[in-house]
């Protein structure tokens, strides 16, 4: 059902001819009202995920990273010098 505002600002449903009462006005106008806010909170909702989601794929990524570069610094296996290894002659008896 729709409707079309006609003159003085009154809204007429269309294809019967019949005024709406300003009652019916209101409550539309109230509707429209918490809709536009329903929408507005969504929005902002929507808006607090993407940014948590990129803060916390951003600490992900960063501790990641971080780990390469202290393991890639890492130089205490390079100076490990395996131990000599004593040839015991076997004696045979």
């Known amino acids: 059902m729709?409707?079309?505002e006609g003159p003085k600002g009154e809204f007429k449903?269309?294809?019967?001819?019949?005024?709406l009462k300003k009652t019916e006005v209101?409550?539309?106008r109230l509707i429209e009202q918490q809709n536009l806010q329903r929408v507005q909170k969504l929005q902002r909702?929507?808006?607090n995920n993407k940014l948590t989601g990129i803060v916390l794929?951003?600490?992900?990524?960063?501790?990641?990273?971080y780990s390469m570069?202290?393991?890639?610094q890492e130089k205490f296996?390079?100076?490990f010098e395996e131990p000599v290894?004593?040839?015991v002659e076997n004696k045979a008896l």
């Open 2 to 4: 729709s409707s079309s």
């Open 13 to 19: 449903i269309e294809g019967t001819g019949r005024q």
């Open 26 to 28: 209101d409550f539309m």
């Open 45 to 47: 909702q929507r808006r």
């Open 57 to 65: 794929g951003g600490t992900v990524l960063s501790i990641y990273l």
């Open 69 to 72: 570069f202290s393991v890639k």
């Open 77 to 79: 296996l390079d100076d």
């Open 85 to 87: 290894k004593l040839e």
